[in-house]
């Protein structure tokens, strides 16, 4: 996911797709404690996704405080 990609989503679909993404997190981190994970990459992805999105997220309400 790229963060120009996120830039083009409206404020209630980049909400959507964080909460998808920590969901995704969650399910991961369990994965990942029952010895069940078979590509530990994914956690960091997943990571750097989130930090994608809320810092779209706080862009634009930067941008509406102006």
Same mark, same amino acid.
């Given at each position: 996911?790229?963060?120009?990609?996120?830039?083009?989503?409206?404020?209630?679909?980049?909400?959507?797709?964080?909460?998808?993404?920590?969901?995704?997190?969650?399910?991961?981190?369990?994965?990942?404690?029952?010895?069940?994970?078979?590509?530990?990459?994914? #956690?960091?992805? #997943?990571?750097?996704?989130?930090?994608? #999105?809320?810092?779209?997220?706080?862009?634009?309400?930067?941008?509406?405080?102006?």
């Amino acid at each position: 996911m790229k963060a120009t990609e996120l830039r083009d989503k409206s404020r209630d679909e980049l909400e959507q797709t964080l909460l998808d993404l920590r969901k995704e997190q969650f399910n991961l981190r369990m994965q990942k404690g029952t010895g069940q994970l078979a590509r530990p990459s994914e #956690v960091s992805r #997943v990571r750097k996704d989130i930090a994608r #999105v809320k810092t779209v997220l706080n862009e634009l309400k930067s941008g509406e405080a102006r």
